[in-house]
């Protein structure tokens, strides 16, 4: 059965405070080398038959996403 991987992050001009909490843990626990962290959502769509991308981006974008001030990415897969 195909697998569709679809995730979810904050538009780069959006801040991410849950981003910034764990930069700032990851600092005090001397983790210096981390730089930046993004947070967002990680979705594993199985489907039936031969995945249509214009239809799981529409999916994507409609219930799993807020496109104004999300990014989504997909990533298909045949296992």
Do not use: C, W, Y
């Not at 059965?1 to 909490?21: F, N, T, W, Y």
């Not at 700032?24 to 993004?38: C, D, P, Q």
Request: hydrophobic residues 40%.
């Amino acid at each position: 059965m195909p697998r569709v991987v679809v995730d979810v992050v904050l538009k780069p001009e959006i801040s991410d405070p849950q981003g910034q909490a764990v930069l700032g843990a990851l600092g005090r626990l001397g983790h210096a080398g981390v730089t930046g962290v993004r947070q967002g959502k990680h979705f594993v769509l199985d489907v039936e038959g031969t995945p249509d991308e214009a239809e799981l981006r529409e999916i994507a974008e409609t219930l799993l996403a807020n496109p104004v001030i999300e990014d989504v990415e997909l990533h298909l897969s045949g296992s």
